[in-house]
């Protein structure tokens, strides 16, 4: 299986602060039909998970440009400028190159 | 106005069994792959199994291999997950959700406990 290394686990951040979350996997993520199936959710507490990024770098519907996805292969990173305390919660990454899926551990952003 | 709605949930007996259902409106249901996905209290999220579009293609994780069944019924817009021999670490919330396509249920829980 592939395992998704997510640092940090926590991140206390300053509202109109940055956070950068690192997901790394332990084999690539490109498919063979070219694309990187890297995504990023948020779940909010009591909440059901829901979708940031997908696809590596693509907003999805609805969610601010403060949210950025970058990286490739293996590495990639989620960027939030301008931390807002509807930001606040547990951060996910998830590749669905492989079977069977896997996410990240989660990352926590808190206030400091 | 998109909704999956998860029902089926409830405590049950190790080695028992319990199906879920998920109700899927607002968009064209037959078009999207469905997953499984579950989260354990105080846990993270946990990918359970992967049906496409038609049917025809059914992925796992390991531990659940032989014991779930999911399937789906597009006339009905609905999908389902058939556990059997459930055990104790099989407790958590349950989610349905086309993955990267954005959509989440709302969550129901299984609690396996004697």
């Known amino acids: 299986d592939v395992v998704m290394t997510q640092t940090p686990v926590s991140l206390p951040v300053s509202l109109g602060g940055q956070a950068s979350i690192s997901c790394r996997s332990s084999?690539?993520?490109?498919?063979?039909?070219?694309?990187?199936?890297l995504h990023w959710y948020l779940q909010k507490p009591g909440q059901s998970p829901q979708l940031l990024i997908y696809?590596?770098?693509n907003r999805f519907s609805g969610v601010p440009d403060r949210f950025s996805g970058s990286g490739s292969g293996t590495d990639f990173t989620l960027k939030i400028s301008r931390v807002e305390p509807e930001d606040l919660g547990d951060y996910y990454c998830?590749?669905?190159?492989?079977?069977?899926?896997?996410f990240g551990a989660g990352t926590k952003l808190e206030l400091k | 106005e998109v909704q999956l709605v998860e029902s089926g949930g409830g405590l049950v007996q190790p080695g028992r069994s319990l199906k879920l259902s998920c109700a899927a409106s607002?968009?064209?249901?037959?078009?999207?792959?469905m997953a499984w996905v579950r989260q354990a209290p105080t846990k993270g999220l946990e990918w359970v199994a992967y049906?496409?579009?038609?049917?025809?293609?059914?992925y796992y994780r390991d531990s659940v291999k032989g014991r779930f069944t999911i399937s789906r019924d597009n006339a009905k817009s609905t999908l389902y997950l058939q556990m059997d021999s459930l055990r104790s670490e099989d407790t958590a919330t349950y989610y349905c959700?086309?993955?990267?396509?954005?959509?989440w249920g709302q969550g129901v829980m299984v609690t396996v406990s004697s």
């Open positions: 049906i496409s579009t038609g049917g025809g293609s059914t």
């Open positions: 959700t086309t993955g990267a396509s954005g959509y």
């Open positions: 084999q690539s993520l490109v498919h063979s039909n070219g694309n990187t199936y």
């Open positions: 696809r590596v770098s």
């Open positions: 607002g968009f064209t249901f037959s078009n999207y792959y």
């Open positions: 998830l590749q669905s190159t492989h079977f069977p899926y896997t």
